[in-house]
């Protein structure tokens, strides 16, 4: 079982930056952050392998970057030019499933969860 706790979540002007970071209780190969606004599907925002490979959502893809401390074992994802479509909340995500066909960008494809982060980009 792996436990995820995420912080950094908050209120920002559009164009300004978060940083958001999730502790984790174990290792897992694979770990992804995902976003979720109410009436809509939770989509995945980026995605990446304890070797450093990453998957990024296209519309996040040159803002958004995922990274990985594992001496820590924390994942953190730097958001910079924030738009009001970023408003939702952020959800950390790890997964113990592997293999050359799984999506990791695709929610069901992960089997431990964070509680979410709110983040706010006001106009």
């Known amino acids: 079982q792996v436990q995820l706790v995420e912080s950094g979540g908050g209120s920002v002007q559009a164009g300004g930056s978060l940083t958001l970071s999730c502790a984790a209780s174990?290792?897992?190969?694979?770990m992804g952050w995902f976003r979720q606004v109410p009436g809509k599907e939770r989509e995945g925002v980026a995605a990446?392998?304890?070797?450093?490979?990453?998957w990024y959502l296209e519309s996040v893809k040159g803002r958004f970057t995922i990274s990985k401390d594992n001496f820590k074992n924390t994942l953190y994802l730097q958001m910079n030019s924030l738009k009001p479509e970023d408003t939702a909340m952020y959800y950390c995500?790890?997964?113990?499933?592997?293999?050359?066909?799984?999506?990791?960008?695709?929610?069901?494809?992960?089997?431990?969860w964070g509680q979410g982060t709110q983040v706010t980009v006001s106009a």
């Open positions: 990446s392998h304890i070797r450093g490979r990453t």
């Open positions: 995500a790890a997964t113990s499933r592997v293999g050359p066909t799984i999506d990791y960008l695709r929610p069901s494809s992960y089997n431990y």
């Open positions: 174990g290792y897992t190969d694979y």
